[in-house]
């Protein structure tokens, strides 16, 4: 790896687990340290990810639609933003990267692991992030913070029955698989704890 190049952080959990809340204080704290930071989310990111997010939020589609869209995303946003900041030694905080897609199509929508690991390959090329926060919350706790903060749901947020218990598992087994680059933390507590564990963790890795 370029010694010079920056560091890579995302945020995963599933709808309302919280991990939106940490991101200001994320930068902060990276920014404190005497580095220069990308913010960033996903699907989005860019002119074309943004226009793309929109749609994915909001028209019905195929599930492989879906899937494939939300890559093409991620092509836009890895080639053109996420590695050149990495490479000119910029640090990049994501909220959501390759881990929800596993979590959401693989889990969520079952998709085959195999065609998501191959548009990883293909799309992201190995890139991934340095430290990864899951906000681990069950989905009845989750649901109930989504319907207080949102007044119109988008297409992932009205899903119901047993889509968020899969989700989670999925993000679960993903932590497991890359253990070390993940630290889960426990989503229901209040945020000022969530907070210093998150804390704790950063100094701990990037001393
Ligand atoms: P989210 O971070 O929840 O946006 P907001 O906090 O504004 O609601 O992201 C939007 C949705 O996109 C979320 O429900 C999960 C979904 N998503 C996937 O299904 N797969 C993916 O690979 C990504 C990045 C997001």
Not at 158 to 168: I, L
Not at 178 to 206: D, G, K, M, N
Request: some cysteine.
């Amino acid at each position: 790896m370029n010694p010079m190049r920056g560091r890579f952080i995302t945020l995963e959990g599933i709808d309302g687990a919280g991990k939106s809340t940490h991101m200001p204080s994320l930068v902060q704290w990276v920014t404190q340290r005497g580095h220069q930071v990308l913010q960033t989310r996903e699907p989005g990111g860019t002119e074309l990810g943004e226009a793309l997010r929109q749609l994915l939020l909001h028209q019905d589609m195929q599930v492989d639609t879906e899937t494939l869209l939300l890559f093409a995303a991620r092509a836009e946003l890895v080639q053109a933003v996420i590695r050149p900041a990495l490479e000119r030694g910029q640090w990049v905080v994501s909220d959501r990267f390759t881990d929800a897609s596993f979590a959401y199509q693989q889990g969520g929508r079952g998709v085959a692991r195999a065609h998501l690991e191959f548009l990883e390959n293909w799309v992201v090329e190995g890139l991934q992030p340095d430290l990864t926060f899951l906000f681990d919350l069950d989905p009845v706790t989750a649901q109930q913070r989504v319907q207080r903060a949102s007044a119109k749901p988008d297409r992932f947020e009205q899903q119901g029955g047993t889509f968020f218990e899969r989700v989670r598992a999925a993000y679960l087994e993903r932590a497991t698989r890359h253990a070390s680059r993940f630290c889960v933390l426990p989503a229901a507590q209040p945020a000022t704890h969530l907070w210093s564990l998150i804390e704790q963790q950063l100094s701990r890795r990037f001393p």
